[in-house]
């Protein structure tokens, strides 16, 4: 088991503590402090009287907006946690994976990643409500006043990457499995959208599978000033 975990996860765990002792950890990852800081902030207003309405119409993003509407929005709406779900559980989710991404990729790459399968979600809500229910990807038009689904797009999309990145082969794959039982066993909006995000970041990853492979930091301008890591 040992020697299993290993080779999943040897590879993804030497970059991170490769990043952690080359900028120390109280200054690896301000990126994801300030993203779990504003998603309690939001969390937090979005419970209040007064922050209802006002965290609706900056970060939530639903189908039936108009769509330049929703996309300025989709920054935002990537730290606004589901009302219908503990906030434990999103905020756990964003330290650890876009901590972990922080650390490996760099806070851009983080960033877009995050935005891509996030965007990806909100835009195949659209798509399939367009297609109707009775289509094998449709969505029922109900679906279109249902908020997308906040961090958990991002998270899972960046779970994949850095699973492929660092070739944690198991996990790449047992991810999108999760994410394809959990809509069989509950077909809803948000579940679809996880498959959607996890298409778009696939397609991130067969886009430049040689520069997935190289090891940490092997390459110019990469952005994370860390040395190379064997694997």
């Known amino acids: 088991m040992r020697a299993w975990a290993r080779a999943e996860w040897g590879p993804l765990y030497a970059a991170v503590r ?17 993203a779990v800081f504003l998603t309690a902030l939001l969390q937090f207003a979005q419970n209040q009287p007064w922050g209802f309405r006002l965290v609706q119409s900056a970060g939530s993003v639903r189908a039936a907006d108009p769509l330049w ?5 989709t920054p935002l ?17 964003v330290l650890c994976v876009f901590g972990i991404a922080e650390l490996c990729l760099g806070r851009r790459r983080t960033l877009l990643i995050a935005y891509v399968a996030t965007l990806a979600g909100t835009l195949y809500a659209r798509a399939g409500i367009a297609l109707g229910p009775h289509a094998p990807l449709g969505l029922p038009a109900s679906d279109a006043w249902v908020v997308d689904t906040g961090p958990s797009a991002a998270v899972v999309g960046l779970a994949v990457y850095l699973a492929v990145r660092h070739h944690a082969h198991v996990t790449a794959v047992a991810v999108p499995a999760a994410m394809v039982a ?28 040689t520069r997935l492979q190289l090891p ?3 390459r110019a301008g990469d952005g994370s000033g860390l040395p190379p890591i064997q694997s």
């Open 216 to 218: 940490l930091g092997s």
């Open 69 to 73: 509407a929703a996309l300025l929005r």
């Open 182 to 209: 959990e809509v069989l066993f509950k077909d809803n909006l948000a579940g679809k959208e996880h498959l959607a995000a996890l298409l778009a970041v696939g397609t991130l990853c067969l886009a430049a599978p």
């Open 77 to 93: 709406s990537l730290f606004v946690p589901a009302l219908d779900l503990p906030v434990w559980g999103a905020l756990a989710q």
């Open 18 to 34: 490769a990043a952690l002792r080359t900028r120390g950890p109280l200054h690896a990852a301000p990126l994801t402090l300030g």
